[in-house]
Each structure stands twice: as C-alpha cells, then as structure tokens.
C-alpha cells in the first residue's frame, strides 16, 4: 500500500516509525514531516492544515490510505474531504473530533452519558462565568471551548486567578476564536494519566497507557508545555482502572457518539485523573498524543497498519494488540526558551552516536535539514530520545546516556524523566 501521514511532530515520527515495519507498507509519505521522518519516509511539502492540497496529491499519487496525526485537520474535516475522494484515513470525522474541538461539547456528551468527570459550566458571557466563578470559589479550572496548542487552559489557585483567566481569554481574545466560549469547571486532584483505545465506530480496544510530564522543569515546576517526556506502561493504570475506564468512559462514549450520529473512529485519547482508585475523565483528545504516541510506538509489538485499517474500515471486533512488556521511556529536548520564545536553527550533532545506544531511537520532532545537510532545530520540542529496557529504570538510564551523547548547546531537556514510575518500583 501507500500510506501518508500527516504532521511533522514525534508523534509523526513514531507513527512512521510504526507503520514503516509494516509488510502492507510499501511506499510511505509524510506531510510536512521533519529531518527525521525523511529517513523512513518520502517527505510532501505541504502542511498538516492545508486540506484541499493534501486530499489533490493523495489523489494525484493514488494514496491508499492516509494517517492523520494532529488535531487540527481531524476538526478541520480531513478524513471526510478524503473520504469523499474515495480514499481511506485514520482518524475521526469532523462531527466526531469534536470530542476535542469544543470542550464544551466534550463536556456536554460526558454529562449526557453519565461518564464521571468534573462538574461544570459553559459560558459565552464573561460576567456569567464570573458568577460562576465567585459561587463556587477556588481552586478552580478555566478552560477555552475551542482549539488552543495545549495553552488554553488555567487550574487557577484563587478566585482572582481565574477571573483574570476570563479576561484572558474572552475579553483579550489571547487565544481568538477559541474563548469565544469557556469551560469551567471542578478542580480535581489525583494522579493524572494518559490512556488510549482504539475504535471503528462500534468496537473499542484498549490500547496501552502513560504517563506524560508537562511541566518544562525538574520536579514538575514551571510553566505548562506540550510534554516533555514520558513512559508506557503507567504503573497507575493498574488492570482494574484499565477495566473501570473502558466500562464507565470509553464504551459509553463510544455508544453515546453513535446515538448522536457522531460514530467515533480512529484513537480515543483520554486523559485521566486517578484519585484512590477512582478514574475521572478530564478530556478527550482525537488522536495519539504526544509524546505519549513514542513509547507505545516503541512498546508496540503488533502491526499497527492492519489495526488502523481495521480501525477506519468498522472491523475491530476479533482483532487483538500485542505489546512488549518492557516499559519505554521517551525524553524530548527542547529548544533552550520553550515554551516561551525560543530561537530556530541551531545545529544538532551526535545524533548518530546516540541511536547506537542499546535499545534507543532518537525520534525527531522539529528539525529539519540546512543548505549543508546538517540537522537544525526548527520547533519548540526538537527531539524525543525514546529508550526501551527492561525495567524504567534501565530504560531511563539508556535515554539519557543516549541524551548525553548529543551535542546541541542550542536545546535543554528534563533530567527526571519517569520520577513517578521509580518512586513505586
Ligand atoms: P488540558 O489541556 O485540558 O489537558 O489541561 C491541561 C492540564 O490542566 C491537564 O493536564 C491537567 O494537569 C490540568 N487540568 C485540566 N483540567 C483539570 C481539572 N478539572 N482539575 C485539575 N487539573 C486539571
Ligand atoms: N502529551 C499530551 C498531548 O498530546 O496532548
């Protein structure tokens, strides 16, 4: 087959990774893709958004079969442009993405379907959701409705916190059209992880979890990014979470989709909050995430390509996934700034030397190519050096040997990479 996939982050790249050591694989593209990603795949230069010429050269190329990695074209309509091409694609129609598109919708469907989450309100009103705000006190958590890069959210301390929040996002128009409308909702505390099912619209399989570290410094301090490592599996998701998620959120979602004329299909993404045992929704995202998308991809032991057929094609029941029972953990080096300002083009070296590490890929996330054919930094999150051991331990030591064998001045990454995950070994 020829398969493209689009996007230009790890997650792209651990997909491509994937899908590359697939035997139904014969030709792969990726679109933008990045420095990394051209060694597995031919790289299209058209972005990850850009629907109409995206859907023209998977015509023009005779594409079978197309892989959505990020949000934005999910809800932008991709894989219904595609279809009505007549090509096939992973991942969830518009009506479906939804589920990340408008957390209002989210919130509503989980209401609707008795899907345990935290309490809230939707508000186009800035004066009425400070009301709201002041009657229910903090610590309190304002979210923007519609699409904001992982940035859109405030977990406010105190009830001026978030009624600043309100002014950010509705009154400045911070993050535009998406605080148009704003959640608010229920503080809840727990141990936070990211679980993954994989559905065709009826049938959902549990794919695997992990645990992500989304703030920029050691410890969990600092400000929020769009996650700077992580691992698989999450010692938190024990098998009776697993159970209580796929029963309580995922198969009723997935039910619940169905009876709106929404069916779900593609990866279901939910971000838990575990607290004494109890999980509780906090969202939904529409796709794998990242950096979470390294580590399964490195667990995986299955071929992912007929499982994503299966997935597009409405024939998952009976199919099975396979999964090494060695833990992966990947660190993501950013550029030095992230999440705030940072500088593009600087030059990375030692990449190959660390790929010689046992057990390591050094997966890239924003790089691209300079006139000399040198690797430069090109985003935020640049690398994700993701390792495979026997125990976390062993597989965080690897990353990092392998993290210390590159030579970039120009980027920084966390040194605790899988703290949670030790703690409890
Ligand atoms: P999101 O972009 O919705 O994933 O939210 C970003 C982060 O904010 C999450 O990963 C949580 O750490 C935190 N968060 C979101 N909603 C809540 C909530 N209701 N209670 C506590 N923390 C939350
Ligand atoms: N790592 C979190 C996300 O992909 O949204």
Redesign the pocket.
Known sequence: MKILVVGSGGREHALCWAIARSPLCDELFCAPGNAGIAEVATLVPIGSEDVAALVAFAKTRAIDFVVVGPEAPLVLGLVDRLEEAGIKAFGPHANAARLEGS?GFMKDILAKYQIPT?AYGRFTDAGAAKAFIRAKGAPI?V?TDGLAA?K??V?ATTVDEALAAVDTMMGDKVFGAAGDELVV?????GE?ASFFAIVDGTTALPLAAAQDH?RVGDGDTGP?TGGMGAYSPAPVVTPDIVAKVMERCILPTVRGMAAEGAPYRGVLFA?L?IDKGEPKL??YNVRFGDPECQVLMARLTSDIVPLMLASAEGRLAGETVAWSNDPALVVVMAANGYPGPYQKGSVIGGLDKAAAVEGVQVLHAGTARDGQGRVVATGGRVLGVTARGATVAEAQARAYQAVDRIDWPGGFCRRDIGWRALDRS
């Open positions: 957390k935290a958590v979210k992982g859109g959210v977990v909702e229920e503080f809840l505390a936070e989304k929020n971000g909050m906090l969202e």
